[in-house]
């Protein structure tokens, strides 16, 4: 067989016929078709309504009541090292009964405290869950390193099915669990600095509806905004006071991996900031100067007319012997 030349090679093709399947007869009625061909590549998971079969009762019981929720045994944490965390409370009997019980509980999560007040589970909504456990993992939407504040509340019913009211609020954030989710430079110190203050300006368009703010430090260290002092339970580094002892007797240089374990505090820092300037400063005092890593900072923070920004440590913060 003879070909022009430049022509392009010739295919022959052949058409395949394959009989139709025979319709399916093992699906229930009600499930919808399986998706066409424009919609292989994405999974087949068709979505039933579950009929609701079981009303939570009006009944109110004048004995249970719900108090101490924590998320990873800590009251309204802003870092929490893991993505499921873990959710409790406690039951208290008002009355003393002995052998008060929860017989179910009702928990729900939502984006905003707005949310939470008008019963909007928005983010997870467990149902009504028969269960005497009062420890639970959390098993809502996929939640993300450092992807914001998180607002819960729980009910249960009591040995007589009887609901308690809803629970205080409480809140927990995610903290920054990836090496990439920090953007910033350590700033450190200088090798006769025992005490130093960092700080910068930062101008905001609008007035901050979030900003979470995490700190990870090898030493003593404070946050100030605008003046004021943020505050963030148990932000202390741990020191191995033991071994600093037995440096300092042998006159040998100071190492922070060795003396200190780096810890990582968060803050909520926009009740201190507002609109237009903000002066963020860092205090960081250290008994080991040549310990070199003084402060990393990494500020996410959202306005109320939802502009995203960010702060974070750099060269061109100013550093100063004057602190507050």
């Known amino acids: 067989m003879a070909f022009?030349?430049?022509?392009?090679?010739?295919?022959?093709?052949?058409?395949?016929?394959v009989p139709p399947?025979?319709?399916?007869?093992?699906?229930?009625?009600?499930?919808?078709?399986?998706?066409?061909?424009?919609?292989?590549?994405?999974p087949y998971m068709p979505t039933v309504e579950?009929?609701?079969?079981?009303?939570?009762?009006?009944?109110?019981?004048?004995?249970?009541?719900?108090?101490n929720l924590q998320c990873e045994n800590l009251i309204?944490?802003?870092?929490?090292?893991?993505?499921?965390?873990?959710?409790?409370?406690?039951?208290?009997?008002?009355?003393?009964?002995?052998?008060?019980?929860?017989?179910?509980?009702?928990?729900?999560?939502?984006?905003?405290e707005f949310e939470l007040l008008n019963n909007q589970g928005s983010i997870w909504n467990s149902?009504?869950?028969?269960?005497?456990?009062?420890?639970?993992?959390?098993?809502?939407?996929?939640?993300?390193?450092?992807?914001g504040i998180f607002y819960w509340k729980v009910r249960v019913l009591d040995k007589e099915g009887k609901s308690s009211e809803w629970s205080p609020p409480a809140?927990?954030?995610?903290?920054?669990?990836?090496?990439?989710?920090?953007?910033?430079?350590w700033l450190k110190f200088s090798p006769t600095e025992h005490k130093v203050c960092f700080s910068k300006h930062l101008t905001l368009q609008d007035k901050?509806?979030?900003?979470?703010?995490?700190?990870?430090?090898?030493s003593d260290h404070e946050l100030y905004i605008n003046g004021k002092k943020a505050e963030s339970p148990g932000r202390q580094p741990k020191i191995n006071v033991a071994l600093l002892a037995y440096r300092i007797l042998l006159n040998c240089p100071c190492e922070s991996s060795f003396l200190f374990e780096?810890?990582?505090?968060?803050?909520?820092a926009a009740p201190l900031l507002q609109q237009g300037d903000n002066h963020i400063l860092i205090r960081c005092e250290t008994i080991c100067p040549s310990a070199g890593r003084a402060v990393l900072l990494q500020m996410n923070g959202k306005t109320v007319r939802n502009a995203n920004f960010t702060l974070h440590t750099d060269n061109t913060w100013n550093r100063s012997a004057q602190c507050y």
């Open 4 to 17: 022009f030349a430049g022509a392009p090679p010739l295919f022959l093709s052949a058409q395949i016929l």
């Open 21 to 42: 399947l025979p319709a399916r007869t093992d699906l229930p009625p009600d499930l919808p078709p399986p998706p066409d061909e424009r919609d292989r590549e994405k």
């Open 50 to 67: 579950i009929p609701e079969t079981k009303k939570w009762p009006d009944s109110k019981s004048n004995d249970i009541e719900i108090c």
């Open 76 to 112: 309204d944490p802003l870092a929490v090292s893991t993505t499921v965390p873990k959710l409790s409370w406690k039951i208290r009997s008002k009355n003393n009964i002995a052998d008060q019980k929860q017989t179910e509980y009702h928990i729900i999560v939502a984006k905003s």
């Open 127 to 147: 149902g009504y869950v028969e269960s005497g456990n009062s420890e639970i993992l959390y098993s809502g939407l996929k939640l993300g390193s450092g992807n």
């Open 171 to 185: 809140r927990f954030a995610v903290g920054l669990l990836n090496e990439s989710d920090w953007k910033g430079e």
């Open 208 to 218: 901050p509806q979030t900003a979470l703010t995490y700190i990870l430090s090898n």
């Open 262 to 268: 780096p810890y990582c505090a968060a803050y909520n």
